[in-house]
């Protein structure tokens, strides 16, 4: 990046480092998948962190596991509708659905039952599953988000059943090295950072502990680097390589539920938070842990992420320094937006463009780049959507009210597209054209003054 941004990207960091006294402080920019910039303050053993140096990730943990229960549902092995006694059976927390426990939004309770999880060592889940009764269902499934950490204990057994190994062995697998994170671990390895406690009142610092989680390790157990972190950051993006299909991780990315009011700013989806910063939808995570600080975030529509890593169990505020290099990275070198081109339109797609009515309302359909639609209202106003075309001939709707609706063109005996079939609703290119299946019918007199 420039050296006047990067100059502002490395006080921001120093600023935080020095004000809130963390023994060390690293973070990077990511962009198109690649770190655009990095800095680091403080010191690891005899000298500066680098983008080689581990860090506890926490709670990010939890986004790789959800991206591996995504892997099993796209792969036919369950269904985000299924229960987990589906799967893992016999637990007192079965009722709870996969996509509730990947949300948080199954109502069971926050932390495991026992001493703090975070430090101390961890069962296996057999030990896990006979603490837990029925008293650990906390609020009504479904009914709001309660963040638990005990769910993704329990998405991690359901990984381990359905792979027929350990949930670590299943992310190595499927995740980790085909994305090329060969330093995102379970323990450190190699150079990386001692997590510890900074004292309110002085200048002093008091070891953390760090020990296996056993069971509850799928809430927040792995280590990781910048380099690893950064690709990470880009996969939630929507560069996924061939570990997901960029669709799924979408679905990831899309709000499950709220967690801080009507007028939302942050909330939770698949193994994803959600946030809403200065006009834009950002996704990532945030973890701590005894020691451990960290963030990832990323806007898929720029492509911009960020994030950042502490070795101090509080005092850092991880999630406004992640806010503000972001900021100051697309104020001091905003993206531009990508060149226009022309692109092959086939002549039967180009017939279908123009005006359509949805009974009175016009319409506009449009094609896009790979042989999508969208088709808005005239006015602007009103149900908007995207298609995505089928192998079948058909399109699927991509968000906006006809999300996972079909959009069908119907022809007549010559071929040409008559009408549209959207959800039961025709399009024409007349307001109600009485050629067309218009349901209810047509009234023989046609339009008139009343």
């Known amino acids: 990046m420039l050296p006047t941004t990067e100059f502002a990207l490395l006080r921001r960091l120093a600023t935080e480092q020095s004000a809130n006294r963390a023994p060390s402080l690293v973070a990077a920019i990511v962009r198109d998948g690649e770190i655009a910039w990095s800095g680091a303050r403080g010191t690891v053993g005899d000298g ?22 995504l892997r099993l549902r ?24 996969v996509a509730q426990l990947l949300s948080h939004t199954g109502g069971v ?18 030990a896990l599953d006979a603490s837990l009764g029925a008293d650990e269902i906390k609020l009504r499934p479904g009914a709001r988000f309660h963040y638990s950490n005990v769910g993704y204990g329990l998405l991690g057994e359901l990984v381990s059943r359905l792979r027929g190994t350990s949930w670590l062995d299943a992310l190595n697998t499927g995740i980790l090295t085909p994305l090329g994170m ?3 671990t379970p323990h450190p390895e190699g150079k990386h950072a001692q997590g510890w406690a900074v004292h309110p009142f002085a200048d002093v610092l008091l070891p953390e502990p760090s020990p296996d989680a056993g069971a509850m ?14 690709t990470w950051t880009a996969f939630v993006g929507g560069r996924t390589g061939e570990v997901l299909r960029p669709e799924t991780v979408a679905e990831m990315r899309e709000m499950a539920a709220v967690d801080d009011g009507d007028a939302w700013s942050s909330g939770y989806g698949l ?20 020691g451990f600080l960290a ?28 806010l503000d290099l972001l900021t100051i990275a697309d104020e001091y070198e905003p993206r531009l937006p990508a060149e226009w081109r022309p692109s092959e339109v086939s002549p039967e797609l180009l017939a279908m463009t123009g005006l359509w009515h949805w009974g009175p309302s016009p319409y506009h359909l449009r094609v896009l780049p790979g042989g999508w639609l969208d088709l808005s209202p005239a006015n602007g106003a009103g149900r908007a959507s995207r298609f995505r075309p089928q192998p079948d001939g058909t399109w699927v709707g991509l968000d906006g009210y006809y999300t996972g609706e079909t959009l069908r063109a119907e022809k007549g005996p010559d071929g040409t597209v008559t009408h549209l079939d959207l959800a039961t609703f025709v399009f024409t290119r007349t307001p109600y054209d009485p050629a067309a299946p218009v349901p209810g019918g047509v009234d023989p007199q046609g339009w008139r003054i009343g």
């Not at 975070?118 to 889940?125: C, H, N, Q, T, V």
């Not at 390790?217 to 950064?230: C, I, K, N």
């Open 48 to 69: 500066a962190p680098d983008e080689d140096t581990q860090y506890r990730l926490g709670s990010i943990t939890k986004s790789i596991v959800a991206a591996e229960v």
């Open 74 to 97: 796209d792969e036919g092995k369950l269904d985000l509708t299924d229960a987990l006694d589906k799967h893992v059976p016999g637990t007192a927390l079965g009722g709870q659905t």
């Open 109 to 126: 309770t926050a932390e495991s039952p026992g001493s703090w999880w975070e430090r101390s060592p961890g069962a296996d889940f057999a």
């Open 182 to 184: 060969t330093r995102t």
């Open 217 to 230: 390790a799928p809430a927040g157990q792995l280590w990781s680097t910048v380099r690893d972190l950064a």
């Open 271 to 290: 193994g994803l938070q959600v946030l809403r910063h200065n006009g834009r939808r950002l996704a990532g995570h945030t973890g701590s842990m005894p």
């Open 295 to 322: 963030v990832t975030l990323v806007d898929p529509a720029t492509q911009t992420g960020v994030l950042a890593m502490a070795n101090s169990t509080a005092g850092v505020a991880i999630m406004s320094l992640a």
